[in-house]
T-cell receptor, first 115, second 111 residues
Framework: DADVTQTPRNRITKTGKRIMLECSQTKGHDRMYWYRQDPGLGLRLIYYSFDVKDINKGEISDGYSVSRQAQAKFSLSLESAIPNQTALYFC??????????????FGPGTRLTVL | TQLLEQSPQFLSIQEGENLTVYCNSSSVFSSLQWYRQEPGEGPVLLVTVVTGGEVKKLKRLTFQFGDARKDSSLHITAAQPGDTGLYLCAGERGNAGKSTFGDGTTLTVKP
């Protein structure tokens, strides 16, 4: 299984601040994803990357940006945080190139609170 | 419109009971995954099914992929409190292979 780490695990910030959430994986998976999870709304896809040169918007990309600095690293930025971005954020990876399925492996999550 | 509909949304049962949760769609999937998520943690993969009609067993959990690859079910026998969590299904369509997640079934098993 992929070893997916996220930093920070918890963050409290104020409206208007720039925030970066980082994700690293050690298994060499080609695909990486960022999701947010809100109570009762399931997982919603923010951005995804199929390889280092490929970045795609998900269903709720407004207010977010990403950077795939290397195959192992995928960071999510909130340029100017707002309270409705308070949520649990998950990074995930998948080894589609090798397995042929999009089975995903999730990090432990970052709980972000915007005051 | 949700591509993957999971039912029921919430389920609360007593320890020892059996249960089935469903994941339905009008679309065909090349593969489907089931995950379990505990509060404050990331989803953890339980199983991947790829062949229509496929049945996989994981201890007390039985997963079935529909013959037409449009739906799936998860059956738990003799549920235990440790089975409590959010059960998510996710399906891939076509060769692009990007998954779509359902909203999940929240299961509570009471001692």
């Amino acid at each position: 299984d992929a070893d997916v780490t996220q930093t920070p695990r918890n963050r409290i910030t104020k409206t208007g601040k720039r925030i970066m959430l980082e994700c690293s994986q050690t298994k060499g998976h080609d695909r990486m994803y960022w999701y947010r999870q809100d109570p009762g709304l399931g997982l919603r896809l923010i951005y995804y990357s199929f390889d280092v040169k490929d970045i795609n918007k998900g269903e709720i990309s407004d207010g977010y940006s990403v950077s795939r600095q290397a195959q192992a690293k995928f960071s999510l930025s909130l340029e100017s945080a707002i309270p409705n971005q308070t949520a649990l954020y998950f990074c995930a990876t998948s080894d589609f190139a090798a397995r042929g399925t999009d089975t995903q492996y999730f990090g432990p999550g970052t709980r972000l609170t915007v005051l | 419109t949700q591509l993957l509909e999971q039912s029921p949304q919430f389920l609360s049962i007593q320890e020892g009971e059996n249960l089935t949760v469903y994941c339905n769609s009008s679309s065909v999937f090349s593969s489907l995954q089931w995950y379990r998520q505990e509060p404050g943690e990331g989803p953890v993969l339980l199983v991947t099914v790829v062949t229509g009609g496929e049945v996989k067993k994981l201890k007390r959990l039985t997963f079935q992929f529909g013959d037409a690859r449009k739906d799936s079910s998860l059956h738990i026998t003799a549920a235990q409190p440790g089975d409590t969590g959010l059960y998510l299904c996710a399906g891939e369509r076509g060769n692009a292979g990007k998954s779509t997640f359902g909203d999940g079934t929240t299961l509570t098993v009471k001692p």
